[in-house]
T-cell receptor
């Protein structure tokens, strides 16, 4: 069973289009994330949700809108796609631990190419 | 601006040798530090976490942390070809890494 699954794996689209990436985790985790890995290979957090509540919202254009219908799902909708949005988008989840560090479980990534 | 610096490599070591990977970070409030391994075209997976100054060992891996110097390293003993991957350093404020380093590409030569 795949722990964190995201679809699609590849997404090729034209500038100006609107697209969505879906993510689901079957680990029973409380927290889900979206990370972006750009062409320079930096992996940066975009959003974090805990039990459907937005916790972290880094400096991300408001064309990006996350939606968490339940704690097992965190989808990412992107409006008016731009060339600079081309990257690999990783979904991740973790279990809140009072003792500290949260191990991130990553999905396999979605390679977004905007033409 | 949070910065995480790593030598991009490639770092080539012979099989059985010790690989030493280094990372410096600019955010003095970082409390937790993580090393993730990422095979080409795959997602990152956690290798080590460390929170206190000093060394932490787990099997062939040892993480070293020096908060005063804002420096964290990862040693891999008895390197194997299967260790060939990119290693990402991730400091975290609280428990969530906000930004990872670009990673050091390690190549273990059989």
């Amino acid at each position: 069973d795949t722990a964190v699954s995201q679809t699609p794996k590849y997404l090729v689209t034209q500038m100006g289009n609107d697209k969505s990436i879906k993510c689901e985790q079957n680990l029973g985790h409380d927290t889900m994330y979206w990370y972006k890995q750009d062409s320079k290979k930096f992996l940066k957090i975009m959003f974090s949700y805990n039990n459907k509540e937005l916790i972290i919202n880094e400096t991300v254009p408001n064309r990006f809108s996350p939606k968490s219908p339940d704690k097992a799902h965190l989808n990412l909708h992107i409006n008016s796609l731009e060339l600079g949005d081309s990257a690999v988008y990783f979904c991740a989840s973790s279990q809140d631990l009072d003792s500290g560090a949260e191990k991130l479980f990553f999905g396999s990534g979605t390679q977004l190419s905007v033409l | 601006q949070k910065e995480v610096e790593q030598n991009s490599g490639p770092l080539s070591v012979p099989e059985g040798a010790i690989a030493s990977l280094n990372c410096t970070y600019s955010d003095r409030v970082s409390q937790s530090f993580f090393w993730y391994r990422q095979y080409s075209g795959k997602s990152p997976e956690l290798i080590m976490s460390i929170y206190s100054n000093g060394d932490k060992e787990d099997g062939r891996f040892t993480a070293q942390l020096n908060k005063a110097s804002q420096y964290v390293s990862l040693l891999i003993r008895d390197s194997q070809p299967s260790d060939s991957a990119t290693y990402l350093c991730a400091p975290a404020v609280g428990n969530t890494p906000l930004v990872f380093g670009k990673g050091t590409r390690l190549s273990v030569i059989a």
